[in-house]
DNA sequence: TTAATTGCAAAACTTTTGCAACGCT
DNA sequence: AGCGTTGCAAAAGTTTTGCAATTAA
């Protein structure tokens, strides 16, 4: 059913590989596209929504969600938390050290197992907070 | 621009909003859809979109986004976390108390202006860790 | 050689929206 | 009466997929 994964090196996934882990901009798919485009004319939505879901199945890289539409990406799959901007739409890093013991906390309260957590903290970045 | 919030008290306003506090499964907006539908069989999708909508932006529930398509929504507003299972793909609350001073060391790390914070879980629930 | 991957295009799926009719307040 | 809200249907936006051709290993 499912395909074998990233067996096999093509231009257009290292290509989408690089221009992600390149920018710090947590682009949408839309804007890998655009981003891919400028190196390889001739590459299709197809391929890129196909590498994105390998790469982040195979844990090369992170699918950020938020909100209705569209998800974004980081080329860092490291563990780190995010920041949303409630105004401009920008995703940052939010550079504090991994919070300990939390996943052990629910696994014990909720009987579940927990493999990892996300924090997500939305506000105003540097710049649309001082035009609110 | 906006439209005026809330301002009237419509049967399918209420009873959307009757449905989600009264189940604990964090629907879709189509799960809230079909539960409304049994109530009042004549509702539609778009009216059922834009009360979730507003009810949203007034802060009486909550939209949970999880992957790619389709929000789920919670009737309980109040701050919370959630636990993904990455089997059955439920959702659960996740019942530990707020962790304190995250968002003041993001503002501070950042100098964003930090509103709000959520914390997801990912791991396999009761039933599901059973079946591994 | 052969099977993963791509390009193309259509389809699938979720959410939004324009408009006339309806119905709270 | 006024206007927020609904139902209907079409549109918009994002992501997936079937298939034949291509290409990495």
Sequence with gaps: MKPNILRRQTIQRKIILEELKRVKTHPTA?????????????????????????????????????????????????????????????????????????????SQKLKFQVKYHRIEFYGYCQKCKAKI
């Design 30 to 106: 839309d804007g890998i596209f655009t981003l891919a485009r400028k190196k390889i004319p001739a590459i299709t939505f197809g391929t890129v929504y196909r590498n994105l879901n390998l790469l982040r199945d195979a844990g090369k890289i992170l699918e950020l969600t938020c909100g209705r539409y569209s998800c974004r990406y980081d080329g860092d799959a490291s563990q780190h938390y995010h920041f949303f901007c409630l105004k401009c739409k920008n995703v940052f890093d939010a550079c504090i050290p991994a919070v300990g013991n939390l996943d052990r906390k629910v």
